[in-house]
C-alpha cells in the first residue's frame, strides 16, 4: 500500500502536475491523521473495557464482602437486643410485670448481664483493601461512592460508641466485682467441676438494691441501647449500599 501511494507521488511530480500533488499531499495526510484518531480510539476503547471489567470485579467482589457483612450486622444486633432485655430484668425495670415477677436472678443471669459485651464490628476487608490501595476511584457510579462515604461515617460513630461502652464496662462495672459480690459462685458458671459449698451465696436482691450498683448497670444499659441504634444505622448503610450495588450490577449483565 505504501509503494502504492509512493508511485502516484512520484508519476505527479515527474508530471509537473503541482496542484494535483499538493491535493494528494493533503489526502495522504488526511489518510494519516484518521489511521491516528482511529488507532487512538480502539486504544481508549480497549482502556475503556479494561476499567470496565476491572469495576465490575470490584462491585462484585463489594456485594459479597457486603452480603456477608450484613448478617453479621444483624446477628451483632439480636446479641445487643438480648443483653438490653437482660440489663432490664436484673434492675427489675420490664414494663410487664408478669414477665418481671417470674424472672429469678441466678449467678449466670447476673454475669451474663453485667460482664456480656460485644465489641465486634461486621468485617468489612474488600472495602479497606481497596481503599487502601486506592482503587475505590474505579466506581464510576456516584451515587455508589457517595454511599461509601456515608457508610463509613455512620461505622465510625459505630466505633467510638463501642469504645466508649466498653471503657466504662472496663473501669467502673468492675467495681461491682471488687465491692459487692462473692465472685467465687460465679466462676462455677465458666468451670463446672469446681465446688462452691463453702462460698456465700449471692443476694442479687440486696446487691441490685445498691445505688451505685443499679446506677452503672444503668449506665451501660444506657450505652447498650446507643449501640443498637448506631448498630442498625450502620446497618441500614450496608443494606442500602448492596441495593445501589446490586442494581448497577444488573445493567452491566
Same mark, same amino acid.
Given at each position: 500500500?505504501i509503494?502504492f501511494?509512493?508511485k502516484?507521488?512520484q508519476?505527479?511530480?515527474?508530471q509537473?502536475?503541482?496542484?494535483?500533488y499538493?491535493?494528494?499531499?493533503?489526502?495522504e495526510?488526511?489518510?494519516v491523521?484518521?489511521?491516528i484518531?482511529?488507532?487512538?480510539?480502539i486504544?481508549?476503547w480497549?482502556?475503556?473495557?479494561k476499567?470496565n471489567s476491572?469495576?465490575?470485579?470490584?462491585l462484585?467482589n463489594l456485594q459479597?464482602?457486603?452480603?456477608?457483612?450484613?448478617?453479621?450486622?444483624?446477628?451483632f444486633?439480636?446479641? =445487643?437486643?438480648?443483653?438490653?432485655q437482660s440489663l432490664?430484668n436484673?434492675l427489675d425495670?420490664?414494663?410487664?410485670?408478669l414477665?418481671?415477677?417470674s424472672i429469678v436472678?441466678?449467678d449466670?443471669?447476673?454475669?451474663?448481664?453485667?460482664w &456480656?459485651l460485644?465489641?465486634n464490628?461486621?468485617?468489612f476487608n474488600t472495602?479497606n483493601?481497596?481503599?487502601?490501595t486506592?482503587k475505590l476511584s474505579l466506581?464510576?457510579?456516584?451515587?455508589?461512592?457517595?454511599?461509601f462515604? &456515608?457508610?463509613e461515617?455512620?461505622m !465510625?460513630l459505630?466505633?467510638d460508641?463501642? &469504645?466508649?461502652?466498653?471503657?466504662?464496662?472496663?473501669?467502673?462495672?468492675?467495681?461491682?466485682? =471488687?465491692?459487692?459480690?462473692?465472685f467465687?459462685p460465679?466462676?462455677k458458671y465458666?468451670i463446672p467441676?469446681i465446688?462452691i459449698?463453702k462460698e456465700?451465696?449471692?443476694?442479687?436482691?440486696?446487691?441490685l438494691?445498691?445505688k451505685?450498683?443499679?446506677?452503672?448497670?444503668?449506665?451501660k444499659?444506657?450505652?447498650?441501647? &446507643?449501640v443498637? !441504634?448506631y448498630?442498625?444505622n450502620? !446497618?441500614?448503610?450496608?443494606?442500602e449500599?448492596l441495593l445501589l450495588?446490586?442494581?448497577?450490577?444488573?445493567t452491566?449483565?
Amino acid at each position: 500500500m505504501i509503494k502504492f501511494f509512493r508511485k502516484i507521488r512520484q508519476k505527479l511530480i515527474e508530471q509537473k502536475k503541482v496542484q494535483s500533488y499538493f491535493l494528494y499531499a493533503i489526502g495522504e495526510i488526511v489518510l494519516v491523521v484518521i489511521g491516528i484518531l482511529i488507532a487512538l480510539q480502539i486504544n481508549n476503547w480497549n482502556e475503556s473495557r479494561k476499567e470496565n471489567s476491572e469495576e465490575t470485579a470490584v462491585l462484585k467482589n463489594l456485594q459479597e464482602n457486603l452480603t456477608l457483612a450484613k448478617q453479621q450486622s444483624e446477628a451483632f444486633i439480636l446479641q =445487643e437486643e438480648n443483653l438490653k432485655q437482660s440489663l432490664i430484668n436484673i434492675l427489675d425495670i420490664n414494663s410487664d410485670r408478669l414477665i418481671s415477677k417470674s424472672i429469678v436472678i441466678t449467678d449466670s443471669i447476673f454475669e451474663d448481664a453485667v460482664w &456480656d459485651l460485644q465489641t465486634n464490628l461486621p468485617t468489612f476487608n474488600t472495602y479497606n483493601d481497596l481503599k487502601n490501595t486506592n482503587k475505590l476511584s474505579l466506581i464510576k457510579n456516584k451515587s455508589i461512592y457517595k454511599k461509601f462515604n &456515608d457508610f463509613e461515617f455512620r461505622m !465510625n460513630l459505630l466505633k467510638d460508641i463501642l &469504645d466508649d461502652r466498653l471503657n466504662v464496662h472496663q473501669i467502673r462495672i468492675d467495681d461491682i466485682v =471488687e465491692k459487692d459480690i462473692n465472685f467465687i459462685p460465679l466462676i462455677k458458671y465458666n468451670i463446672p467441676n469446681i465446688s462452691i459449698e463453702k462460698e456465700t451465696p449471692n443476694d442479687y436482691s440486696q446487691i441490685l438494691s445498691n445505688k451505685h450498683t443499679r446506677n452503672l448497670i444503668g449506665i451501660k444499659l444506657s450505652f447498650t441501647q &446507643d449501640v443498637i !441504634n448506631y448498630r442498625k444505622n450502620l !446497618n441500614k448503610e450496608i443494606q442500602e449500599l448492596l441495593l445501589l450495588i446490586t442494581a448497577e450490577l444488573e445493567t452491566r449483565e
